[in-house]
């Protein structure tokens, strides 16, 4: 193992370039632009921002490509390669969506400058999430993440639905880190640590005199150990709104304005998944077989209320925040199964479906719908608005059915792909032959809700005039290589197990000599 | 679970609590209750003692408060740093000068901004 001295800041360059810039950047901002409210100032600050984070990738590529690994700030920190793709990842999603946002600022007249780099600060503690090796140093990104998130659910200050769904988030998520606090206290006064590796050593440990039947004359308080464990995984799966822990999040998404749900859906969810993935795989690993049958349970709920809960939806963001609790199931279904083939499935499952909620997003922002006889656009909100699109646009709209396939697994498209390597890592373990079928008939309902909207698309004869009309060319770019993505997808899947496998085993490279 | 050296923390919550309970009963019972015109006059905030909840105010007094609390904590966490400081390493030294710096910009930002100007 490598440790770096406190002095020596070299292998975390990249986070501490992109803070020290954004502080920066908010005095000069600060002193430049005073109270002066213009959209200009909103895209100059965009523009440099883009350009930070993308200094910070081109850091974090150099950090990949010298396979830079090692512990530094008292083992606060780890760096390691798993972590530094995923953090080049999290910030290309997030140039994205910038970018999709730029028309939909100019729309709604956001002119405040701060909600840039506020924007720049949730990245950043992005960043810190996946290289965090202490449960206490991940609370405190994670906090760092959630105020900014807060901030962002009220970007518009009149919107009535925006102040309404930015304080139900606002108590429930501070509800759900207490909780987690409460729990890093109980693990804390088990075994004197909340480090990640010191947790793994301990808990392996604990498994050893589970099976040699010492553990009840050693040691009497393993339940608390794992009772304040899976308190700190309450707000794991309640970020990713696993679904016991769902309800806030049809609320808060239908209720935010839709470029921050795009970037809820998009970077916060991907950052969050993979956090929990790196939890239950590398760090609590002889937890994840503890825990199981909650885990299974979760993911029942999670496959039946998201993909029945969207069949009765009819506001598209509605349905698509229950169609992701459903997602989230599968994701959930290949990690529980411990494999080495489940843990590369539902990376792949996350991969392709943040991909999809990019293509998804992209089109949502960019449909604008003229009501007959009223001249004013108004945004797209229910199915039925979507009516007649695929005769104005026939081309992304066909772009946007490949995609809602692929969503719904459908073979040609990579989702189908995703969907069956989670279900054959699921087939390897014979107790969860119950879940596959639970699995398999949410797939089969989700299909139901999917056509639907493609229907709406090209099917029903309308005379409305309905087309994209904030369609600009950085949507359509963004559109059409991930769906190019997505279909091509089928050409490349013979490698892409070798490929995931090398990606995961990235984070072992911090065991190595 | 909890050893000995919880005993200082039981013996201490459960001294706060007594004497909490002691000075809440004296102050109904010994402290003067009259109603003298020190008693009724406005706050500095410009809010009467005895009114309704319902009113409109100014959210410029609760900002400042805010702020202010900002600063407070900055104290509590400066002074043990400056007791400690002979027996603690440049670490320590820094990551003080580190968030004061952090805490300084944010100064800047709500200066610039106005938050501080009374209208």
Known sequence: MYYYDIYDLSIITPEIFLFCSLLLLLICGSLNFRNNKSLENVYLTSKILITLLVGTIVLLLNNLENRVKGFIFYDLFAIENFSTLAKIFVLLLTISTMCSAKLYAKQNNLKEYEYVIVLGLISGGLLIILSAHDFMALYLAIELVSFGLYMLAVIKKKSIYGAEAGMKYFIIGAFAGGIYAYGASLVYIQTGTTNFYSLQYYLYQQKLLWHTNTLNFLNHNYDLLLFGLSLMLVLLVFKIAAAPFHVWSPDVYEGVPLIVTTYYAVVVKFTFLILLIKVLYFVLFDFLYVIKSALILMTVLSLLIGSIGACTQDRIKRLFTYSSISHIGYILLGALTGSELGLSAALLYIFIYTLSNIVLFNFLLSTDHYEYNNDTPTRVATISNLIGVGKANPFVSTLFAFNLLSFAGIPPFAGFFAKILIFTAALQDETLFPLLLVAIISSLISCFYYLKIIKALFFVATTALTSLISLDRTKEITIFWSVLFLVCFAFTVDNTLAILERIWLGYFDLFKK | ?119
Do not use: Q
């Not at chain 2, 402290?31 to 406005?42: C, G, T």
């Not at chain 2, 000068?97 to 009374?118: H, Q, R, S």
């Open chain 2, 1 to 119: 679970m909890f050893d000995k050296e919880f005993i200082p923390f039981a013996i201490f919550f459960i001294i706060c609590f007594i004497l909490a309970i002691i000075l809440a009963v004296l102050a109904y019972s010994v402290a003067p209750a009259e109603e003298d015109l020190e008693k009724l006059s406005s706050y500095e905030c410009g809010f009467d003692p005895f009114e309704i909840a319902r009113i409109k105010f100014d959210i410029h007094f609760y900002l400042i408060a805010i702020l202010f609390i900002v600063f407070d904590l900055e104290i509590i966490f400066l002074f043990p740093w400056c007791a400690a400081n002979n027996i603690s390493s440049y670490e320590n030294f820094w990551s003080i000068l580190i968030f004061l710096l952090v805490l300084t910009i944010g100064f800047v930002y709500e200066w610039t901004k106005g938050a501080l100007t009374w209208k």
